[in-house]
């Protein structure tokens, strides 16, 4: 499952680079900036990249698909003919789009604790 965090991480990149910032080190993509935006570990997110953290993938997928990114492009193995973006369907712009994603998070968020506590 390596493949998922080096997508993650392209994306990640990918973001930086299209950042309008002049230091792209201060660039709201950059591993500390979104670490800090996902209130997670910045070393959590460097193993979500490295492919040795899953827990803590999902998190990212979504927020990247508030961005308008493709989960089934980060998720299935083969996705060569998968669209890396789907902004038809999901657009940055979109009114109350952070709320959305916030409220998608928490109940995430819940349906995980929900079923660590089934174990």
Same mark, same amino acid.
């Given at each position: 499952?390596?493949?998922?965090?080096?997508?993650?991480?392209?994306?990640?990149?990918?973001?930086?680079?299209?950042?309008?910032?002049?230091?792209?080190?201060?660039?709201?993509?950059?591993?500390?900036?979104?670490?800090?935006?996902?209130?997670?570990?910045?070393?959590? *997110?460097?193993?979500? @990249? =490295?492919? &040795?953290?899953?827990?803590?993938?999902? +998190?990212?997928? !979504?927020?990247?698909?508030?961005?308008?990114?493709?989960?089934?492009?980060?998720?299935?193995?083969?996705?060569?003919?998968?669209?890396?973006?789907?902004?038809?369907?999901?657009?940055?712009?979109?009114?109350?789009?952070?709320?959305?994603? *916030?409220?998608?998070? @928490? =109940?995430? &968020?819940?349906?995980?604790?929900?079923? +660590?506590?089934? !174990?």
């Amino acid at each position: 499952m390596g493949y998922i965090g080096e997508r993650l991480k392209e994306i990640r990149l990918e973001l930086v680079e299209l950042d309008d910032v002049e230091d792209k080190r201060f660039s709201q993509f950059s591993m500390t900036n979104l670490s800090d935006y996902l209130n997670m570990d910045r070393t959590t *997110l460097a193993n979500v @990249e =490295r492919g &040795s953290s899953m827990v803590n993938s999902i +998190k990212i997928i !979504l927020y990247f698909y508030s961005l308008g990114y493709n989960p089934i492009w980060i998720l299935l193995p083969d996705n060569e003919f998968v669209q890396k973006r789907n902004l038809g369907e999901n657009m940055v712009y979109q009114e109350g789009l952070r709320e959305k994603y *916030l409220e998608l998070e @928490e =109940r995430v &968020s819940e349906a995980m604790k929900e079923f +660590k506590s089934s !174990l």
